[in-house]
């Protein structure tokens, strides 16, 4: 079945209904990553599990799509984009939703193996890095590559960097990483080419919660630096399933 394009409305630019196999369907905004499109995807996603559609199985936002897993017995994909186009045309776009977490992070440079190259290569000091990241309330893009993973923006402009030329092999959990506009939290054990400037000691995936997953995608994240000597104890209460974040319900710093 061939992709569909939707009418322009004030918050649908260019909508694109992808078909992806026989139990997928993308819902694509725009062809660019920013707030907007980012608001308009978590919008539609809001509505769908709002109306309980039967036949959709799983929503899985992204930077600047919705892909929808459906049951093809149950719900038809004509029947499903039928669905799609009124939600689509009345969809109204919050970029202020979301919860907001304060997550503890350390930048002592034990921690933060790239903490001194990113300052060199941005003509910062170290302590202007730390300053400049941690002053950024950050929008949780999309989450995925490892569970619990989080894709946040956006990076102040004079952090930006590629990513490395030589990816790691080994990234410990926590590790706060920074790539292009993007900043992140390895949630596990990975291979990984982005910059390590700090680390949490909290575990934004952790198998004891009822639920997992601590961030979702439209969640803010506003880092709050501790000493080493805080981290490490946070990180004794986290070992020990005792250290609890809990959210608010708004944003309480800019964003750049």
Sequence with gaps: MPDTDVKNTPTTHATRLLPCGDTGLCVEFGDGVDRRVSAQVLALADKLEAARVPGIVELVPTFRSLMIHYDPGVLPQVELKAKLVPLLADLHAAEGSGRLWHVPACYDPSLAPDLLEVASRTGLTPDQVVQRHSAVTYH?????????????????????????????????????????????????????????????????????????????????????????????????????GALRLEPQDRPDRGTP
């Design 140 to 240: 949780v893009y999309m989450v995925g590559f490892l569970p619990g993973y989080p894709y946040m923006g956006d990076l102040p402009a004079e952090l930006r960097l590629p990513r490395r030329e030589n990816p790691r092999t080994k990234v410990p959990p926590g590790s706060i990483a920074i790539a292009t506009a993007m900043t992140a939290v390895y949630t596990l054990e990975s291979p990984g080419g982005w910059h390590l400037i700090g680390r949490t000691p909290a575990r934004l995936w952790d198998l004891r919660r009822d639920r997992p997953v601590l961030l979702r995608a439209g969640d803010k994240v506003a880092f709050q630096p501790v000493s080493l000597a805080q981290y490490e104890a946070l990180f004794a209460q986290a070992e020990a």
